[in-house]
Nanobody, 125 residues
């Protein structure tokens, strides 16, 4: 059974850091374009970052320079390193996997083929 399971969320103060992980089972991440999207209360889903099969990365302007996406094919896990966190980063974060080429998927990460249950990130003093 195909499953993506996120972990690593929590409560952090502004300026702090978190590292989100997404472990996959039932699929081989190397076969997919991968990404993270988030959804804050009362807001639309927002694509955050994506990584291609060849490990090229893209970021939303709102997180560029602060977040870093990576993957470990041996562990079948994708990560999102988040630094200099701001209150506006507060949201549920979802990892996603998609069959499309990355240049297509990265334009609409939130419409991925597969996504996990999400992990809550709260940035507050």
């Amino acid at each position: 059974q195909l499953q993506l399971v996120e972990s690593g969320g929590g409560l952090v103060k502004p300026g702090g850091s978190l590292r989100l992980s997404c472990a996959a089972s039932g699929l081989t991440l190397d076969d997919f374009a991968l990404g993270w999207f988030r959804q804050a209360p009362g807001k639309e889903r927002e694509g955050v970052s994506c990584i291609s099969r060849s490990s090229s990365t893209k970021y939303a302007d709102s997180v560029k320079g602060r977040f870093a996406i990576s993957k470990d094919n041996a562990k079948n896990t994708v990560y999102l390193e988040m630094n200099s966190l701001k209150p506006e980063d507060t949201a549920v974060y979802y990892c996603a996997a998609d069959h499309r080429p990355a240049y297509t998927f990265c334009r609409s990460i939130q419409s991925a083929d597969y996504w996990g249950q999400g992990t809550q990130v709260t940035v507050s003093s």
